[in-house]
């Protein structure tokens, strides 16, 4: 298996503009988490779906960030309007079965909110 | 409710041990440990479930004392290639279902 694959790796937008980013888990994980990672507030959990519905979305920032998860092979974090504070790096993860299985993360997409 | 690293960073030569600690002021259910390299993604180490619990990975183990909050990664014999940034991942009891790591521990392995 590839891993889990996210896209964009990099993406720079201006303030205001929407942003969609990808994750593909590894297939047959049926849990997916959206992860966010800066200087100032470290790694953090911002969502966490089981079976390809949202289990625990306390950690999104504000109605600015959206996630779904469509089918259990994809799934988008969308940020509508970004603000230069999003700037971060988005991991996904998908592990085997919930939270306490070894979770697989993606390489990450580094976006920048100018 | 993020826990609580120590230390927050620390050099070693190669073959040297360390010791990473993980405390919380709230009951924890499990502690996830994860090593972080430059530039990449963090990679999964081991997980703790219950209090008391003990895990090994090649000369990585790490223990669980859930009566005093706190998580315990040790490192032996520690080779270039454990350097990085360590950070453990708490889920805490009667907190839903919320997971909050730690700032994290820089570790630095010389020649």
């Known amino acids: 298996d590839a891993g889990v694959i996210q896209s964009p790796r990099h993406e720079v937008t201006e303030m205001g503009q929407e942003v969609t980013l990808r994750c593909k888990p590894i297939?047959?994980?049926?849990?997916l988490f959206w992860y966010r990672q800066t200087m100032m507030r470290g790694l953090e959990l911002l969502i966490y779906?089981?079976?390809?519905?949202?289990?625990?979305d306390s950690g999104m920032p504000e109605d600015r960030f959206s996630a779904k998860m469509p089918n259990a092979s994809f799934s988008t974090l969308k940020i509508q309007p970004s603000e230069p504070r999003d700037s971060a790096v988005y991991f996904c993860?998908?592990?085997?079965?919930?939270?306490?299985?070894?979770?697989?993360f993606g390489q990450g997409t580094r976006l920048t909110v100018v | 409710q993020q826990p609580v690293q120590s230390p927050q960073a620390v050099i070693l030569r190669e073959g040297e041990d360390a010791v990473i600690n993980c405390s919380s002021s709230k009951a924890l259910y499990s502690v996830h440990w994860y090593r972080q390299k430059h530039g990449e993604a963090p990679v999964f180490l081991m997980i703790?479930?219950?209090?008391?619990e003990q895990k090994g990975h090649e000369k990585i183990s790490a223990s669980f004392n859930e009566k005093k909050q706190q998580s315990s990664l040790y490192l032996t014999a520690s080779q270039l290639s454990y350097s990085g940034t360590y950070f453990c991942?708490?889920?805490?009891?009667?907190?839903?279902?919320?997971?909050?790591f730690g700032p994290g521990t820089r570790l630095s392995v010389l020649p």
């Open positions: 993860a998908s592990s085997l079965e919930g939270k306490n299985t070894e979770a697989f």
């Open positions: 297939s047959g994980h049926n849990s």
């Open positions: 991942g708490t889920e805490m009891r009667n907190y839903g279902q919320n997971f909050v």
């Open positions: 779906f089981n079976n390809n519905v949202p289990i625990d």
């Open positions: 703790l479930l219950k209090g008391g």
